[in-house]
């Protein structure tokens, strides 16, 4: 599987099996969370069998046997959520080629809990949670490609391209939040205000620029 088609089969998925992630795997993924942060400077780090950190069924989402989850942490700056966005989604799609599933996680579970694992000066902005599914999840409802855009003239196929992959990816409370311009013959992205649109920020710029194979500036 491709990254650009694990953005297609990706869907949160909330129901996990009791199946430990395989060694192989579970290697790969941390070289995989050691590259995204020798690139991005945050502190992100797989946290196994912890059962109490992800809120039960009682909590919105739903969550079952979701023990294992990825942190996503760094250094406290102005450019912190965006970062692990981009980062964390990154680990979401790859985590999808190694036939794992995820659930980004911004408010169910318990902040206190994940924060004692931090090292001095790192800040929690989100965690993941990362295993094999035991129930699938579903296709969201999606804003148009014409809701989040604003063109001048004419766009090239790219930048159709790399809206389409943003409308799959996942945003808090599916909110979709977001703005792709075509502006000067350039593409840009900026957030709308919303809870967590900093995050959903650096997600869609990720899925842009797999679906589009161009970079794609951020107007903060
Ligand atoms: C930043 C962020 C925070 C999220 N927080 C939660 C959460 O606290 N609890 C939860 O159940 N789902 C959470 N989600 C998952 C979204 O509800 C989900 O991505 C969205 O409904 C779209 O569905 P999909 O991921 O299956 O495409 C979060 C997603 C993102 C991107």
Redesign the pocket.
């Known amino acids: 599987m491709t990254i650009r088609e694990a953005i297609d089969a990706r869907?949160?998925v909330?129901a996990y099996t009791k199946r430990p992630i395989d060694g192989g795997i579970l290697k790969t993924l941390e070289d995989e969370i050691a590259a995204c942060n020798a690139e991005s400077g945050l502190s992100i780090r797989l946290c196994l069998n912890d059962p109490s950190a992800i809120k039960g069924l009682w909590a919105?989402?739903s969550f079952e046997n979701a023990d294992n989850y990825i942190v996503l942490a760094g250094p406290d700056t102005d450019d912190l959520f965006r970062l692990s966005g981009y980062f964390g989604e990154r680990l979401v799609l790859f985590s999808e080629t190694l036939g794992l599933s995820t659930?980004?996680?911004?408010?169910?579970y318990k902040k206190g809990r994940v924060k004692k694992l931090l090292g001095d000066g790192e800040t929690l902005a989100?965690i993941i949670s990362i295993g094999y599914a035991a129930r699938p999840?579903k296709p969201?409802k999606s804003k148009s490609f014409e809701q989040v855009t604003e063109i001048e003239g004419t766009a090239p196929d790219w930048f159709r391209a790399g809206v389409e992959a943003a409308l799959l990816a996942?945003?808090?409370?599916?909110q979709q939040r977001f703005r792709f311009l075509w502006q000067d013959g350039k593409a840009k992205v900026k957030a709308l205000s919303g809870p967590?649109s900093m995050?959903?920020l650096g997600?869609v710029q990720y899925h842009f620029e797999i679906g589009a194979g161009q970079p794609v500036e951020v107007e903060l």
Do not use: E, L, Q, V
């Open positions: 869907h949160s909330r919105y989402g659930c980004w996680i911004a408010g169910s989100a999840g969201h996942p945003t808090a409370i599916n967590y995050i959903d997600i």
